[in-house]
């Protein structure tokens, strides 16, 4: 059933993308700005994207849906979507100068609206332009200034904008303003075109991220920390799933970087150092497992939950659930080792670390060159992994222990995908799975 899953093994039965486009252009023109880790080529990214729609339709058989795609076709079929999508488009776009200008262009752009395709106003959801006009003196001698003023460069990574739960859709609040319009273009995406009720909408002061989200069938794990908040929290208690339990990880600052300069960019959300192989099998790095500290909610039914007596670690709990725990370096798991996509019950499709420790460790030198006390013991450890990774020849997923569990395992290269700060898992909406 579309928009329902139960477990993070259950088989991938429908998937929704986003090729990322002009936006990142915008947004590689400034990366640290974006959100992004480091400079890449979006034109290598966006074959990299392709090879992953690929791999998951003739690989794995996964029907693949495009964010835009589908917006684009169903606004050609029917009528009243395109009216939506212009009347989308229109909240974002602003005009601000002259004022005798701005009232002309706003009527232009409603009188001009039906010679524009679907397209343009797509375009106007993803980049968020602001026209500014100043009249000077002469025939139509305008000056004008088009600014993008908060591209939607991160809507790629098309986990964060929802999750998707065993009673369906919750939309998110994004904690970072620069992302917080894309939720407009995602709930556009499911209640409007494809008309998939929502089970709940985040509202503020809640701020919850998509890739802190992960189900296992009887209970349901959600990060909580930099980008997620306890007012989250506190509204998704209040809401009547399936799940028996939800266990509340909260993320541990680094115990490599400074205390007194955390960077919690490291491990932003759960599945950046947690994730889940198969329906006994969990990756993770064990030193920020164990640094989790949790609190568990046991369901009482009606929306009522009932918070469990003392405190637990990520670690000792998927401990106590029969989980085995394969254990990923420091070096792996900031190269977006944990970051894979499980196809089904002992399948995923895994990020190759090997492609990615290189330029992990140039950026992690550079940091340390602007920040010698916080980051030196990092870049230590991780210069350290690498040699071990390079000497045994175990770089993520080529490792003892995923064979060990029967896990099978394609590697796949994201080179400069994850250079925006995500992998494979990141970059795709699960939006149904189960039997096939």
Known sequence: MDGIVKAEWDPLTKVFVHKPGMEMFLGLLEPYGSLYERAFSRFAARNEHEMLVRILKQEFKVPVSHLKGTILEEAEKRPKVRQQLIEQAKLVLDYVGDKKFVEMAQREFDRNCKYYDNNHFFNIMLIHPLIEAERKKGTRNISLNIIQRQPLANLYFMRDQQFVTDRGIVICRLAKPSRRLETQVTKFLWEDVL????????????????????????????????????????????????????????????????????????????????????????????????????????????????????????????????????????????????NFLCIKDRKILAIQTEAIVGDVLKNLRASKRQNPKRYSKLLAQAEKDYEYLKNSGQFFPHKTDIYKYGIDVYPINLRNCTGGYGGAHCMTCAFSRGFL
């Not at 208690?237 to 990880?249: C, K, N, Y």
């Not at 920020?288 to 609190?295: D, N, Q, V």
Request: hydrophobic share 40%.
């Open 195 to 338: 008309g998939v009720p929502i089970l709940h909408e985040m509202k503020a002061p809640a701020t919850i991220e998509g890739g802190e989200f992960i189900p296992f069938g009887k209970f349901a794990l959600v990060g909580i920390g930099d980008r997620t908040n306890q007012a989250a929290i506190d509204q998704l208690t209040g809401i009547e799933f399936g799940f028996e339990e939800l266990g509340v990880v909260h993320q541990p600052p680094h115990p490599l970087v400074s205390a007194t300069q955390p960077d919690p960019m490291i491990n932003m959300h759960l599945d950046t150092y947690f994730n889940v192989a198969a329906s006994d099998v969990v990756v993770g790095c064990e030193v920020l497992l164990k640094k989790a500290k949790m609190e568990v909610y046991h369901h009482q039914g009606d929306g009522e939950w009932e918070k469990e007596k003392g405190s637990t670690n990520l670690y000792d709990y998927m401990k106590r659930k029969g989980f085995h725990i394969i254990d990923i370096t420091t070096l792996e798991q900031m190269s977006y080792a944990s």
